[in-house]
C-alpha cells in the first residue's frame, strides 16, 4: 500500500507530458504482453497436454502387450515388445516392473540412449514431471487384477525449445512495439496536452495578474475545447459578479450612512421623548397634588360645617338667654336648657374640629411625601389608611367595599410618597374603568412581609382587562378612555415608581368580568437610594 | 548322563532326516510353483465359451490329474486368489470323467495321458500337459528349454473345444495346429 501511494504521488507530479506518454505507451505494452503471456501459456499447456495424451496412450499400449510376457516371466518377449518404442523418439525410456511381495522389481526396460535409466523400483502412480520432460507411471492390468507397473519417460526439450524460441520473438516483439508506441504515444501528445497546458498558463496569467479580460484559446471541441468555454464563461461570470459586488458594496455603503442618520433621528427622538416622560411625571404628581387639595377641601367641609351649625347653633342660644337676662324673664328651665344645648354644641363643634385637624394633618403628610418624594420609616398599616383617607372623598360616593388586610406593625423604610401614588393610581383606575356600569364593587389592599420583600396584593373585582391589552397597560399614553379623563400615563407612572424608586417588581392578572389584581413586591428596607 | 547325550544324538538324527526330504524338494519346489503359477495366470488369457463360464463371477476350477505332489503346490498357489471376479478352486478328479467339469485341467506324466485328454475333449477343458511331443487333444504343452519353461499352444485343439486364447499368449506360445 505505502510503495503503491508513493508510486501514485510521483506519478502525479510528474508533468501531464511526460504522464500522457507513459500511460499510452504502458498501457499499449501492457496489452502486448499479456497477449503474449496468454498466447505462450496457451501453446505450453496445449503441447503440455498433448504431451501427456501422448505418454498415456503409449504406456497404454505397452501395458497390454506386456501384460502376458510378464505374467509368464518373459523377460525376452517383454524386452523385445518394449523396443517397438524405438519408432517413438520422444520415448526416452520404458521400464516395466513386476510385483515382487509387497514392492516392485525392474523386470525389463527399454532405453533409447541411456539418458534416463530405469530406478530399481516404480515410482507412485501418476505423472511425474522434471527437468528432462515427464513420466508416467501405471498399472498393468489383467482381467483388472494389477500384475505390474509400467514407467514410460518422455523427452520434452524440444518442446521446450520451440516454446524459448517463441518466448524470444515475443519479447522482440514487445520491446519494439514498445519503443514504437513510446514514439507514436510522443508524437501524439501535444494534440492532448497542448490545450491543457495552455489553459493551465493562462489561468496562471490571471492568477498572477488579476487581469479577468484573458481569456483561453480553444483548439477543438472535444471535452477539453468544452472546458475552455467553461472556463471562459467563468471569467465572464466572474467579471459581471465583480462589477455586482462593486455595485452592492456601494449601495450598502450609502445604506449604511443613511441608516446612521435615521439611528440619530431616533436617538434624538428618544431623548426628546424621555424628557418628555421626565415632564410628564411631574405634571401627574402635580396633578395628584391637586387632586389632594380638592379631597381636602372636600373632607374638610363636613366637619367645618358641622362645627359651624353647631357653633352658630349655640350663638342662637346665648343670644336668647342675653335678651331673657336683659328683660329679666330668665327662668331656670331656660337656664337649663341652655347649658344642656352648649355642652352638646361645644361637644359637636370640638369633635368636629378635632376631625378636621386629623384630616390636615394626614392630608398634609400625603402631600408632603408626594412632593418631596422622601425616604422614611413608616408603619405600613397606617399608612395604607392615611392614602385611602385622603381618596376618600371619590370612593365615599361610589358605595364601594374597601378592604384593608394588613398586619399592624409593619415598618417599611422606603419611599411612602411612591408606595401612595402607586395606590392612588390603582384605585381611581378601579373607579374610571372597572365598574362602567355604576354598580358597587369591591376594592381590596392585602400586604404582608415575605423575607426581606413587602408583598402588595391590589385587586377590584371589576370587568377586567381583555388579554390584548393587559400586554400593553404599562405603555405610555395607552388607554382605553381617550378623550373621556384618561392620560394613558397612570399605569406608566406606577410601572416606574415600582421599579425606580420602590426597587421592586409590579405583575398584572386580570379575567373578563372577573376583576384586575396587581401584586407589587418591594424591599421592605431598602439597601440605598437608587 | 548317558542317557542325555542319547536323547541329544537321537534329536539331532531326527532333525537332520526331517530336513533331508525338505532340501530335496526345495530343489524341485521353483519349477512345481513356476508351473503352478503358470495354470493360474493361463486363467487370465482364456475366455471360455457362455455354458462353461455363465458370467464373470462364476468359479474357475483347476484341476490336477495325478502329480500328487504338484497338486498341493498347485492348491498353495491358488489359495485366496482369484482372476477378475473368479474364485479360483482347485479339484483332484478322482476319475477321467471328472474332467469334463473342470476349466482347466492339467493331466500329470504319471497318468494315461491319451485316456484323460479323450475324456476332457468335447467340454471345453484347457487341457494343459507336459507331454515330449504335441498330443492332439492337449490344447497347452509345457517343455523346458535351456532350463526355463516354455509353452506351446495347440491351436487346431483350442478351436475345437470354443476356447478363446488371448493374442498376447499366442504372442509368447510356440504355435502348433494338430
Ligand atoms: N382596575 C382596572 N379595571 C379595568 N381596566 C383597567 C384597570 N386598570 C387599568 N385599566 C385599563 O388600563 C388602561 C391604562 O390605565 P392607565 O392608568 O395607564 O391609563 P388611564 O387610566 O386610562 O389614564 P390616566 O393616565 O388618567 O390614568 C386603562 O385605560 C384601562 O383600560
Ligand atoms: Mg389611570
Not at chain 1, 392620560?487 to 410601572?495: A, D, E, F, N, P
Amino acid at each position: 500500500m505505502f510503495t503503491r501511494n508513493r508510486f501514485l504521488r510521483q506519478f502525479s507530479n510528474q508533468p501531464i507530458r511526460r504522464k500522457l506518454t507513459l500511460l499510452m505507451a504502458l498501457s499499449s505494452s501492457v496489452g502486448l504482453i499479456l497477449s503474449g503471456v496468454a498466447l505462450i501459456s496457451y501453446a505450453w499447456n496445449s503441447a503440455r497436454s498433448t504431451a501427456i495424451r501422448d505418454v498415456q496412450s503409449v504406456a497404454q499400449i505397452s501395458a497390454d502387450s506386456t501384460a502376458a510376457a510378464l505374467v509368464f516371466g518373459d523377460v525376452v518377449a517383454a524386452r523385445e515388445l518394449l523396443s517397438a518404442l524405438r519408432s517413438k523418439p520422444e520415448v526416452d525410456s520404458a521400464c516395466l516392473y513386476t510385483e515382487d511381495g509387497d514392492a516392485s522389481a525392474l523386470f525389463a526396460q527399454y532405453l533409447q540412449n541411456g539418458v534416463s535409466p530405469c530406478p530399481a523400483t516404480a515410482a507412485k502412480v501418476g505423472i511425474h514431471e522434471h527437468l528432462r520432460g515427464l513420466s508416467l507411471v501405471r498399472e498393468v492390468e489383467q482381467n483388472g487384477d494389477r500384475i505390474g507397473w509400467l514407467q514410460v519417460q518422455v523427452n520434452l526439450q524440444p518442446l521446450t525449445h520451440t516454446l524459448m524460441v517463441q518466448v524470444g520473438i515475443t519479447v522482440a516483439i514487445l520491446a519494439a512495439s514498445f519503443a514504437v508506441s513510446l514514439g507514436i504515444a510522443w508524437l501524439m501528445q501535444p494534440a492532448l496536452a497542448g490545450p491543457i497546458l495552455d489553459l493551465a498558463g493562462v489561468a496562471r496569467r490571471i492568477s498572477e495578474s488579476g487581469d479577468y479580460t484573458l481569456r483561453a484559446r480553444r483548439l477543438g471541441s472535444d471535452e477539453v475545447g468544452r472546458l475552455v468555454d467553461d472556463f471562459n464563461s467563468m471569467l465572464d461570470q466572474i467579471a459581471i459578479r465583480d462589477r455586482d459586488i462593486e455595485t452592492a458594496r456601494d449601495a450598502l455603503s450609502q445604506q449604511v450612512s443613511e441608516k446612521t442618520a435615521a439611528n440619530q433621528d431616533l436617538l434624538e427622538a428618544l431623548d426628546r421623548l424621555q424628557q418628555t416622560q421626565a415632564q410628564l411625571v411631574q405634571s401627574e404628581r402635580l396633578a395628584s397634588l391637586g387632586g389632594l387639595v380638592a379631597g381636602v377641601a372636600h373632607e374638610i367641609n363636613t366637619p367645618v360645617g358641622v362645627g359651624v351649625t353647631a357653633a352658630s347653633t349655640l350663638q342662637d342660644r346665648a343670644r336668647d338667654l342675653e335678651q331673657a337676662y336683659k328683660t329679666d324673664t330668665l327662668r331656670r328651665s331656660d337656664l337649663e336648657r341652655f347649658v344642656e344645648v352648649a355642652r352638646e354644641s361645644s361637644n359637636i363643634i370640638l369633635r368636629n374640629l378635632q376631625r378636621a385637624a386629623d384630616l390636615i394633618q394626614s392630608f398634609k403628610q400625603v402631600a408632603v411625601d408626594q412632593s418631596s418624594g422622601e425616604r422614611r420609616r413608616f408603619d405600613l398599616r397606617n399608612y395604607i389608611d392615611e392614602v385611602l383617607l385622603s381618596l376618600a372623598p371619590r370612593t365615599k360616593k361610589t358605595g364601594h367595599r374597601i378592604v384593608v388586610e394588613c398586619p399592624p406593625d409593619l415598618e417599611v423604610d422606603s419611599y411612602p410618597g411612591a408606595l401612595a401614588q402607586v395606590l392612588t393610581n390603582f384605585v381611581s383606575n378601579s373607579l374610571l374603568h372597572a365598574f362602567p356600569d355604576g354598580h358597587s364593587g369591591e376594592l381590596r389592599i392585602s400586604a404582608q412581609r415575605s423575607g426581606d420583600w413587602i408583598e402588595l396584593h391590589y385587586s377590584d373585582n371589576g370587568s377586567g382587562i381583555p388579554p390584548q391589552d393587559l400586554k400593553r397597560i404599562y405603555d405610555p399614553f395607552f388607554t382605553t378612555k381617550r378623550g373621556s379623563g384618561g392620560s394613558g400615563l397612570g399605569l406608566h407612572i406606577v410601572y416606574n415608581l415600582v421599579q425606580q424608586i420602590l426597587g421592586g417588581t409590579i405583575e398584572a392578572a386580570s379575567e373578563i368580568g372577573a376583576g384586575t389584581r396587581f401584586t407589587v413586591r418591594f424591599p421592605a428596607h431598602l439597601k440605598s437610594k437608587p | 548322563m548317558i542317557a542325555y547325550r542319547a536323547l541329544i544324538a537321537t534329536l539331532v538324527v531326527t532333525i537332520a532326516c526331517a530336513l533331508a526330504p525338505v532340501r530335496v524338494q526345495s530343489a524341485e519346489a521353483p519349477e512345481l510353483q513356476v508351473r503352478a503359477a503358470f495354470l493360474f495366470n493361463l486363467a487370465r488369457f482364456v475366455n471360455w465359451p457362455q455354458d462353461k463360464v455363465p458370467d464373470p463371477s462364476s468359479p474357475i476350477t483347476i484341476c490336477v490329474a495325478g502329480e500328487p505332489d504338484f497338486a498341493s503346490t498347485v492348491r498353495d498357489t491358488i489359495q485366496g486368489k482369484s482372476v477378475g471376479a473368479h474364485a479360483l478352486t482347485m479339484h483332484i478328479p478322482a476319475s477321467a470323467s471328472e474332467l469334463a467339469r473342470c476349466q482347466i485341467a492339467y493331466i500329470g506324466e504319471d497318468t494315461s495321458l491319451k485316456e484323460m485328454l479323450t475324456a476332457a475333449s468335447g467340454h471345453h477343458v484347457l487341457t494343459v500337459h507336459s507331454a515330449a511331443t504335441a498330443q492332439p487333444g492337449g490344447v497347452v504343452r509345457l517343455y523346458l528349454d535351456e532350463r526355463r519353461i516354455r509353452f506351446e499352444v495347440n491351436t487346431g485343439a483350442a478351436s475345437r473345444e470354443q476356447l478363446q486364447l488371448s493374442s498376447k499368449l499366442l504372442s509368447l506360445a510356440q504355435l502348433v495346429n494338430l
